[in-house]
């Protein structure tokens, strides 16, 4: 059993995090429809997290900030990585569990994932496609996904959309949280 820990990603994590995403999407990944509604601005720093085993970066979780009518501070989920030695041990949920945490302290209010059904319904996300939600990119109806605090408006939820403001530099302290975890 080994330990490792989650914090918010650094600038100095993104040659780890880009090997790690290289490795669990391919080096043409930017070519995916979802890259379409990740922003040039960057990610979303203040819940965007990296799992660290030592001093080694192990796993990655990226949120990007999008736009959806009715809702305000939305978030797109991912990209999420776990690096081959570590998998299967609870940790990308886990680190997703965590990460899901800080966006609720954060006060945003719905997180938009294109992603496996089976797995993130665990973390309280439905299916977005009944209730209308659309993704800019062509996608397999059942992996849009929706994870709201609020009750959800008349129908139908519309387009996601890449969002046009910068994100939220906003950290609560210099270092982020360190949240101990422990492998299974
Ligand atoms: C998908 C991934 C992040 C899972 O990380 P992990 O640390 O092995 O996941 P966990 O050990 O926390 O497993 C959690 C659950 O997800 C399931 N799971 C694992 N990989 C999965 C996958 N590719 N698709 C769907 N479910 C998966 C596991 O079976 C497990 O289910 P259980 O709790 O019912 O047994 C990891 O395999 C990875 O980095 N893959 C390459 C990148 C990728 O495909 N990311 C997409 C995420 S949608």
Known sequence: ???????????????????????????????????????????????????V?????????????????????????????VASAWRHRGLGAALVQSSLELVDAGGYQAVVVSGEPNFYARFGFTPGTPLGLTLPMP???????????LPLPPLPLGAARRATHRPSRRQPSARGPKIKARAR
Not at 54 to 62: I, N, Q
């Open 139 to 149: 996608i397999e109806p059942e992996r849009v996904m929706i994870r709201t605090s």
């Open 53 to 81: 085993a030592g001093s080694t970066v192990v796993a990655s979780l990226r949120f990007w900030p999008i736009t959806l009518a009715g809702y305000q501070r939305v978030l797109l989920l991912g990209p999420l990585s």
């Open 1 to 51: 059993m080994t330990d490792y820990y989650f914090r918010r990603e650094r600038a100095a994590d993104s040659v780890a995090v880009e090997r790690l995403f290289d490795i669990g999407f391919g080096t043409e990944r930017h070519r995916r429809g979802v890259y379409r509604l990740r922003g040039r601005g960057g990610q979303e720093r203040a819940v965007s997290q990296v799992a």
